[in-house]
Nanobody, 128 residues
Framework: QVQLVEAGGGLVQAGGSLRLSCAASGRTLSNYRMGWFRQVPGKEREFVATVSWSGISFDYADSVKGRFTISRDNAKNTAYLQMNSLKPEDTAVYYC?????????????????????WGQGTQVTVSS
């Protein structure tokens, strides 16, 4: 089992920055793909960013490209999401997720179904 704990959320003005962290326990994350998702009330959880186990391959939702950066430190068993130039529409609960192996039928690295482990979420609020 993998336990994930997010931290770093908070209230920030538009244009500001936040850095979220996702600390893992239970198992080493070095073999796991990591992802960040976000969710607002009444909407489905949406993909934000993902990074491969090696940290070499990553991808982002179009809405955050050029503003957010996903990274990981396998030695610290931690993943990060650096969020710059924040906008009010980035307001959401942010979740980190982890999984291992290739996606099954009907899933891919951008879908919630692929990820087996989830954190409890951290609130990010961007004021205008």
């Amino acid at each position: 089992q993998v336990q994930l704990v997010e931290a770093g959320g908070g209230l920030v003005q538009a244009g500001g920055s936040l850095r979220l962290s996702c600390a893992a326990s239970g198992r080493t994350l070095s073999n796991y793909r990591m992802g960040w998702f976000r969710q607002v009330p009444g909407k489905e959880r949406e993909f934000v960013a993902t990074v491969s186990w090696s940290g070499i391959s990553f991808d982002y939702a179009d809405s955050v490209k050029g503003r957010f950066t996903i990274s990981r430190d396998n030695a610290k068993n931690t993943a990060y999401l650096q969020m710059n130039s924040l906008k009010p529409e980035d307001t959401a609960v942010y979740y980190c997720a982890a999984s291992i192996g290739t996606p099954g039928r009907g899933t891919n690295y951008y879908t919630t179904a692929y990820y087996a482990y989830w954190g409890q979420g951290t609130q990010v609020t961007v004021s205008s």
